[in-house]
């Protein structure tokens, strides 16, 4: 059996010698002043050194802050100040973003970029600044701490600040009397085992690959880390390795049944045992055609970053309960609350409150103690904004978010319902459906289509197929054509940006 690996395009190296990295870098983060507690930012784009500078903070007992490096202005600067973070690791080409942004104090760590990220991105040549250290030769010159920490690091994660700032979610240290549990939990949902392969296409910063490959590392898996995700390349890279498990999100899963039926079938995946879905809705025709093409692998979990997987769902599931999102994982409590905070009975729509095992660590939001109480349900519940309801079997289906909700003439209209309709129209590649100003409604539903290439829909074909299969008061009264939509590289959607067309200082009335 080969030794466990993780590999970027063509830089290969052992498990064991990127866990000896990340000891070094840890080394070297001491050597920087930072403490047990102390926090670092990362702001690389998917590499192995990634996993070198994420994997170090144990070892002194550090805390990673991973970033969205898409992020520039007002979402940086916030996250920058927000965390404490006292450095930051930064390829060459992201460092004009942290520079305009970062507070005085924090101290920058440079990282080469390598061939396979300027290929996938078109960068060019990018030459090192010159400026700051060279995060390979901290590495190559650190020494792996000679008393390193036995108590795991807290971990912050920065939500994706879809509706708003991002909020930093700060997790309380694993003890060490829980840690074999949270393995087992995150392994059984996720398909990991020692020996496994998988390929990692989703950005490393956000929660999920994150915790994709932190317990795939732990647990002595290979992994090959996706600069970008493409489709083909995606396909191309399961065969090649041979994966055993792939976590992806279901715009992945849309790009890749969008391939010509040829370039699907030829490829050899029957080396899949398991692929799973998270991080966003997936529409129930995508969901029901990839079960038709990979076979009875497919499963999904719900959560979210600041309580994890909460209920999970595998393709027989689903098929016996169509549009689920799963069952309550094993000391998970789901309830559904209505506007009093009282339960709902089975089959009535309402806040989602979830309630993670016991061993599951607690968390707060930094700086921002009154958002944790609002969010909080009694008895160990809380709610991350998802509205939803219970079947009588106990699987629970998601309706939308508490932020997305319309109310339109006094009559609640969930969007996602909407959007999963528009989706099953032929041609329409991608949809954004929220509340707009109206003057006799109080909101309007208005939709933007992003199209399939070649196709040619009006606003009346848009109207007359959601009034085909949902109320007619549901049906868009302003219907955009956009060329591309805001997404994340994770799949979710930035209806803020939508949004402010609308409602730039939410005084302006649409008509």
Not at 125 to 130: A, E, M, N, Q, W
Not at 141 to 168: C, E, F, N, Q
């Amino acid at each position: 059996m080969k030794e466990p690996f993780v590999r970027s395009g063509h830089n290969e190296k052992t498990l064991a010698e990127v866990k000896e990295r990340a000891a070094r870098f840890a080394g070297a983060l001491r050597t920087l002043g930072l403490e047990h507690g102390d926090r670092y930012a990362i702001v690389l784009r998917n590499e192995i050194a990634y996993m070198e500078v994420s994997l170090g903070a144990a070892s002194i007992g550090a805390v990673p802050v991973p970033v969205n490096w898409h992020w520039t202005g007002a979402d940086l600067r916030h996250l920058l100040a927000d965390s404490g973070a006292k450095v930051a690791v930064v390829h060459t080409d992201l460092l004009p973003a942290v520079e305009a942004q970062k507070p005085d104090e924090l101290k920058i760590i440079e990282a080469e970029v390598p061939d396979e990220v300027r290929t996938a991105y078109r960068l060019g040549d990018v030459p090192l600044s010159g400026r700051y250290p060279v995060l390979s030769k901290l590495i190559d010159r650190g020494d792996p701490p000679a008393d390193p920490s036995t108590t795991a690091p807290m971990a912050v994660i920065y939500t994706s600040g879809t509706t708003g700032l991002p909020k930093g979610i700060l997790r309380e240290p694993i003890p060490p009397e829980n840690a074999a549990d949270l393995v087992t939990l995150v392994a059984d949902f996720l398909s990991l085992a020692p020996g496994r392969t998988t390929v990692l296409p989703a950005p490393l910063y956000h929660t999920a690959p994150n915790v994709n490959f932190t317990f795939a590392a732990a647990l002595g898996m290979s992994m090959v880390i996706m600069p970008k995700f493409d489709a083909d390349g995606f396909l191309r890279l399961v065969e090649e390795h041979r994966a055993d498990t792939v976590q992806v999100v279901p715009t992945m899963l849309v790009r890749m049944l969008q391939l010509p039926e040829e370039v699907r079938r030829k490829y050899d995946l029957s080396c899949l045992k398991a692929v799973v879905h998270a991080a966003g809705p997936c529409p129930p025709d995508v969901k029901r055609a990839a079960i038709d093409w990979l076979g009875p692998i497919v499963s999904e979990y719900y959560g979210g970053s600041e309580g994890g997987a909460w209920v999970y769902s595998t393709s027989e599931d689903w098929l016996a309960h169509p549009g689920t999102v799963g069952k309550p994982l094993a000391g998970v409590g789901i309830r559904i609350l209505g506007p009093d905070r009282t339960e709902l009975p089975v089959g009535e729509t309402g806040v989602i409150y979830g309630r993670p095992p016991a061993f599951w660590p607690n968390f707060t939001y930094i700086g921002n103690e009154d958002k944790r109480r609002e969010i909080d349900g009694g008895e160990g519940y809380y709610t991350i904004g998802d509205i939803g309801y219970l079947d009588e079997d106990g699987f629970l289906y998601l309706t939308d978010r508490v932020t997305d909700m319309v109310v339109s003439g006094g009559v609640n209209v969930y969007p996602a319902e909407i959007e999963a309709a528009l989706l099953s129209l032929e041609g329409v590649a991608d949809v954004a459906v929220f509340g707009i100003p109206d003057p006799d409604l109080g909101e309007a539903v208005a939709a933007h289509v992003q199209l399939l290439p070649g196709t040619a829909l009006t606003e009346q074909d848009v109207r007359d197929h959601v009034r085909r299969h949902l109320a007619s008061y549901k049906a868009p009264k302003v219907i955009v054509f956009d060329d591309d939509l805001p997404r994340e590289d994770t799949g979710k959607l930035f209806k803020r940006r939508l949004k402010a067309r609308y409602w730039p200082a939410k005084t302006e009335v649409v008509s």
